[in-house]
């Protein structure tokens, strides 16, 4: 059983960065790939990024790529989201989450383990 907790997020002026940070424990953190998606009120869990087991394999969804950058170290037993040039619409709580799924996923009911998650807030 694998435990996630979210951290980095907070209130940033639009244009500003962030970077996310999500700790596992409980189980071998590089057993796994991991995603990143975020919910914002009154709307649905979306994807925002995955990594593969050993970092290999990236990707991103439409809305943040060339903003976001996903990165993992398995030492660390630690995935991060590095966030740039934020805009309003990203303003939403942000999860990660594990899956044994060797190819990106984009649906949240592949994942599991997921953490309290962390509140970005972007003000224009």
């Known amino acids: 059983q694998v435990h996630l907790v979210e951290s980095g997020g907070g209130l940033v002026q639009a244009g500003g960065s962030l970077r996310l940070s999500c700790a596992a424990s409980?189980?071998?953190?590089?057993?796994?790939?991991m995603g990143w998606f975020r919910q914002a009120p009154g709307k649905e869990r979306e994807f925002v990024s995955f990594i593969s087991r050993l970092g290999v394999r990236t990707y991103y969804a439409d809305s943040v790529k060339g903003r976001f950058t996903i990165s993992r170290d398995n030492a660390k037993n630690t995935v991060y989201l590095q966030m740039n040039s934020l805009k309003p619409e990203d303003t939403a709580v942000y999860y990660c989450a594990t899956t044994t799924r060797v190819y990106l996923s984009v649906n949240p009911d592949d994942y599991g383990g997921w953490g309290q998650g962390t509140q970005v807030t972007v003000s224009s």
């Open positions: 409980g189980r071998t953190f590089s057993s796994d790939a």
